[in-house]
C-alpha cells in the first residue's frame, strides 16, 4: 500500500517538474536560438575554427545560443536553403552563401535588406566603409545593403618557385611568357607527362575563366544585372588561349580539367609546377609544399599585366523569422566582422579578410611578415573585375558552363561557342531587361 | 575419357576465370581499404597509390569527428527499422487478402498497386516534395520513409510465396476455426519465411543506400541519414583531395552493412534462392 | 445466427480492410503525385522569379518548351545511351557470374561474395571510390588501361566522350553482382535431372545453356530486365558525385536534369512536364514488358 502510495507520488512529482519544465521556456523571453547555415565541405579545420567563435560569442551574450549548420559546399547550401523554405520549413536566420547569389535571393524574397541594422548602429556607416571595396560588389541592389563580406577569396595562381629557379624562370608576366614557362616546365618520360606546366581546373569554369577574360581587357558580365558580353573577340580570345596551353603550348592537360580537389595536391607532390586556384588553399599549400611556393594573380594577355577575380561567400540574413532571431543574427555579424577576428580568421582559414581594419593588427602584420605570400595574393585584389552575377544565375551560369566546357572540350570553335551562349543567355535574361 | 578431360579442362578454365574477375571485381574495395590506412601526409602520386610509408588509423578517428557519423548511424538504423516494420505489416496483410479473399474489384486493385512498381518513388520526388511539404513532414526520418511504406514489390513477392502454401492445409486451418490472422500467423506465413527475409533485406539495402530522396527532404543533421553525410566528404570545397580521409570516410559508412552481411551472406543469399523469385 | 451475419458481413469487408494500408500509400505517394504533376505541368511557375512566382495557365506551353529545348534532347540522348550501355550488358554479365558461381567447388561461396558485395555499397560510397579510379595521372583505371596500351584521354570524367562512359562503368559494376542473384536463384531452381540427360548425351555447354538454361529462365529475365530498366531511370545517384552531369551536360540524365530543374533552378512548371514525360516513358516500357511476359506464358 505504502509502495502505492509512494509511487503515486513520484508519479505526481515527475509529472509536475514536466509540466514546469515544459513552461519554463515560455515564461522567459530572452534565450534565443539562431542557426547559420556554413558551406565547409571537408574542411574541419574552419568548421572547428568557426565552433569556436560560436562559443566565443555566446559567452559574449549569453542568451543567445547559435547553431551552425555544415553543410556541403555553396550549391549545397543554397539548394537545402532553397528546398528548406519551399518544404515549408523555417530558414536559417544567417548563411554563408555566394555573394553572387544576391539576385535570386532578393527575388525569391529569402533574405532581407541590412539597411535599417546599419543606420541604427551608432558606428554602422563607418562598419560599411571598412570592408574592402571589391567585397562589396554583390551587396547592393535595388539601392539596398543585402550582405556583409565574411570568407572571401580571389581566383590565384600558385607556383612552385624552386622549380622556376631552376630553370631560370621568372614568374610570367604575359599570356605568351606564361605559356613558354609552361611549356618549359612539362617534363615528360617518352609520350607520358610525369610533370605538367599547369594545371587549370574547368569542372565548374566560369570563375576560373574570368580572370583570363578580364586580362584581355573584357569581363564576361557588364554593370547592369542582366548585361552579358560572352561573345566579345576579346572573351573569345581568352577561351582560345585556355585551349592554346595545351594545344599550343603542351603545358596543360588537353579539355576540361576536372581537378579542382586534386589540383593542390598535385602542386604539393610535385606534379604539376603551377596550378590556377583559390586564394582559400594558400594555407594548405603552405602546410603541404617542401618547396617555395610563389602566388601571383593571372598574367594578363599584355606583358606586365595582372588580373583575378573575388570570389567566396558573404552572410545573409534571412526574412520571414522572428524579429529577436534577426537581432541576434545582426550581433553575430558584427561580431564576426570585428578586424580582430576577421584577421584571425584569415590567418587560421587562408581566406582573406574582409576590412581594411583587420590588416592594421598586430596580428596579421606579424604573420604577414613571416609569409610574404599573404601580401602577394593581397594584390590580385587590386586587379579583380567583378564576379559573374547576373539575375537569374543558375541559368545563365549553366549555359555558360555547358559553352565554355563545349569549346575546352574542343566540341564547338571558341567563336561558336561563345556565340552560341551569348544567344541562350540573352533569351533567359530577356525577362529582366 | 577424352570427353572426361575436357569437362576436368572447362572446370579448371572456369576456376581460373572466377578467380580473375573475382579479384578484378574486389579491386576497388581492397584499394579502399588499403588506402584509407595510409598517411594523409603521403599523397598519392604516379605509380604509388597503395601503402603510404606507414599504416595509420588516424584517417578514421578524423573522419569520425569531422562529420556527426554517430547521430547519422543512429538515424540511417532508426530509418530503416522504421520502413521495414511498417511494410513487413502492410506487405503481409495485403499479400494474405489478395492471396485468400476474393472480392470485387481485388483483381482491378492489386493492379493499381502494381503501379508503384512501374513508376518508382524516384521519379516523382518533385511531387512527392510538395505532398511532404504540406504534411508538414520536412526534415523529419518520416519524411524520408513514408513514400515506402506501402510496397508493391513486396505485396507482389509475397504473393506469389503464399499461392505455394497447400490449398489443403488452409482448407485444414479454415476448418478447425482459425481467425484470419491465425490463418495467416501460423498457415500462411512459416513456408514464405525465405521470401520474407529476401525482401526484408533488399528493403534494409535499398534504404540504407538512398541517398537523393533524403537529401532533398532533410536539411538537418537530426534527420539527415550516412549516405548524405559521406557526400560532405566528397564535395571537397577549397582544399585538396584528401583521399585516404576520404576512403575512411566511405568505409565508415560502409562497414557495419557489409560486416553484417558477411555474418548473413550464406542465409541471405539462400533466402533469395528460396523466395521465390524465378 | 446474429453472430453468424456479423461475422460473415465483417469478413466481407476484410479483404478491403487489409489492402487498405498498401492502397493508401500508393494513393497518396504514386497516384496523387502523378496527378499533381500533370496539372501543374499545365502551370509556368518559377520560384527564383519574383514575377513567375504565382502560377499562370499556360497550356501545353512547357510542352513545347522541353521538346524545343535542345538540352531536353540532349538529355534524352544521354538517357538512352545509358540505358543501351548499362541494361544489357549488366544483366549477361550477372547471368554469367551466375554460371560461374553455381558450380561446386571448392570456396565458391567467396566468389559469390566478390560480385555481389557491391549490391550492398550505397551508389555513393562506389561512385567515390571510382572518383579516385578515374583521375587522371595516378588514378588506378587509368594506369591499368595505359599498361594495357590505350592512349586515349584520361580525364574520364571531364571528357564529353568518356564522362557518360565513366558512370556506367561504375553502374555495371555496381549492378552486374545484384542481378546475378536472381539468375542464381533462378539456376538452383532448375531440375537437374534435365541436365544430367544431356551431359550424358555429350551436349555442349553452349548448346545446354542456349537450348535448355536461358529458355527456362526466362521469366527471371524478363523479371530482371524490368528492374534493370526502371533502376537505369532512377539512379543517379553516382552522376552527383562523380560528374554532376557534365561536361556541357554529356552525362546528364533524364532525372538529374529533372532534379536540376526543380530543386536548383526552381523552375516548378518545366520540372513537372518533365515528370509527367519521365512517367509516360516508364509506363509505356514496363507495360510493354508485362505484355511481352504475359504473351510468353501463353506460349509455354
Known sequence: MTLRKLSALALLVLLLTGMLAACAPKEETGPVTIQIYYPVAVDAPIAALFNGYIEKFQEENPNITVEAVYSGGYGDVKTAIQTTVDGGGEPPALAVMLATDLYDLVNAGYIRSLDDYIAADEDG?????????????????????????????????????????????????SWAAWGEAGQALTQKDGDEVTR???????????????????????????????????????????VQFYIDLSEKYGAMPAGVQSIWGQAPTDLASGQTAMIVHSSGSLNTLLEQADFEVGV????????????????????????????????????????????????????????FASCKGAYETEAMKTYMAAHPQVAQARVALDVGGAEFSVQNLGEVRNIFHNYLQQAYNGELSPAEAMAAAQAEAETALEAFK | MSNKLRIRAGQLGANFLTLGLSLLWLTPVFWTLIASLRPADDPLGRGNVWFGYTLTLANYWRAWSMAPFGEYYLNTISLVLMILGVQLVTVTIAAFAFTHYQFTGKKALFFFILLQMMIPTSALLAPNFSTISKLGLFDTLLAIGIPYFGSAFGTFLLRQAFLEVPRDLVDAGTIDGCSWWQLLWHIYLPPSFPTLIAFGLSSVIWHWNEFLWPLIVTNSTSSRPLTTGLVRFTQLGEIGAQWSLLTAATLLVVGPLFIIFLIFQRRFIQSFVHSGLK | MEKETARSKRDRYLPYLLVLPTLAFVLLFTVWPTLSAFYRSFFQQRLNIAKFRTPTFIGLGNYANIFSDPHFHRVLANTLRYIIGTVPISILLGFFFAMLVNRK????????????????????????????????GYGLFNTVLAALGYAGPQNWTGSPDLALLAVMIVAIWKNAGYYMIFYLAGLQNLPTPLYEAAGLDGAN??????????????????????????????????????TSGGPSEASTVLLYYLWQKRFEQLDIGFSSALTVILILVLLVFTITNFRVSEKGEEDV
Do not use: C
Open chain 1, 196 to 238: 605538367w606546366g599547369i594545371e587549370f581546373p574547368s569542372g565548374w569554369p566560369y570563375w576560373l575563366f574570368q580572370p583570363l577574360a578580364i586580362g584581355n581587357g573584357q569581363n564576361i558580365i557588364g554593370a547592369g544585372d542582366a548585361e552579358v558580353y560572352f561573345d566579345d573577340p576579346k572573351v573569345i580570345e581568352a
Open chain 3, 105 to 136: 567447388v571448392r570456396n565458391i561461396g567467396l566468389a559469390r561474395l566478390a560480385f555481389f558485395h557491391t549490391t550492398i555499397l550505397p551508389m555513393v560510397s562506389a561512385a567515390t571510390v571510382w572518383m579516385f579510379f578515374f583521375t587522371p
Open chain 3, 205 to 242: 555447354w553452349w548448346q545446354a545453356i542456349w537450348h535448355l538454361t536461358l529458355p527456362l529462365l526466362r521469366r527471371t529475365t524478363l523479371f530482371i530486365t524490368t528492374i534493370a530498366f526502371i533502376d537505369a531511370f532512377r539512379t543517379i545517384d553516382h552522376i552527383f558525385v562523380l
Open chain 1, 296 to 351: 601571383m594573380p593571372l598574367p594578363g594577355k599584355a606583358a606586365g599585366t595582372y588580373a583575378s577575380v573575388p570570389g567566396g561567400g558573404n552572410l545573409y540574413l534571412f526574412d520571414n523569422i522572428d524579429q529577436a532571431k534577426q537581432d541576434a543574427a545582426w550581433k553575430f555579424i558584427r561580431f564576426l566582422s570585428e578586424p580582430e577576428r576577421a584577421a584571425d580568421f584569415s590567418i587560421q582559414s587562408g581566406y
Open chain 1, 125 to 173: 556607416e563607418a562598419y560599411m566603409q571598412d570592408f574592402i571595396a571589391s567585397f562589396m560588389e554583390n551587396s547592393y541592389y535595388d539601392g539596398k545593403t543585402w550582405s556583409i563580406p565574411f570568407q572571401r577569396s580571389a581566383v590565384l595562381m600558385y607556383y612552385n618557385a624552386d622549380l622556376f629557379a631552376e630553370a631560370g624562370l621568372e614568374p610570367p608576366d
